[in-house]
């Protein structure tokens, strides 16, 4: 089982990232994908989550934090067994290590403790 994030870097206040998560070893679509992000000196908190199973009617479910709301947008492509996050208009509080993860359920839950597989992390910074 693995999830494996790319496409971190460093970018200007008001610039754009997207990020990947490509996943293997798993039956994808059986699983909530959500990415996470941790800054130095802070919890864990949830960004973004989406149901990946096109045999419910859940399918494209997402969920986001307040605070990326209107900037962030989670997608899925179940042939690629991917699961994207396109961040528009960073912020500086923008700046974390981003890590995917997954859960087995049919259900979008924001909760890290649920989630049983996680990525290696990918670090976004946001600066001038």
């Known amino acids: 089982v693995q999830l494996v994030e790319s496409g971190g870097g460093l970018v200007q206040p008001g610039g754009s990232l997207r990020l990947s998560c490509a996943t293997s070893?798993?039956?994808?679509?059986?699983?909530?994908i959500g990415w996470f992000r941790q800054a130095p000196g802070r919890q864990r908190e949830a960004v973004a989550s989406i149901n990946t199973n096109k045999r419910t009617t859940r399918y494209g479910t997402t969920r986001y934090a307040d605070s990326v709301k209107g900037r962030f947008t989670i997608s899925c492509d179940n042939a690629k067994r991917t699961v994207y996050l396109q961040m528009n208009s960073l912020k500086p509080e923008d700046t974390a290590v981003y890590y995917c993860?997954?859960?087995?359920?049919?259900?979008?839950?924001?909760?890290?403790?649920?989630?049983?597989?996680w990525g290696q992390g990918t670090q976004v910074t946001v600066s001038s």
């Open positions: 993860a997954r859960v087995y359920s049919d259900y979008i839950t924001a909760s890290p403790d649920e989630y049983d597989t």
């Open positions: 070893g798993f039956s994808f679509e059986d699983y909530v």
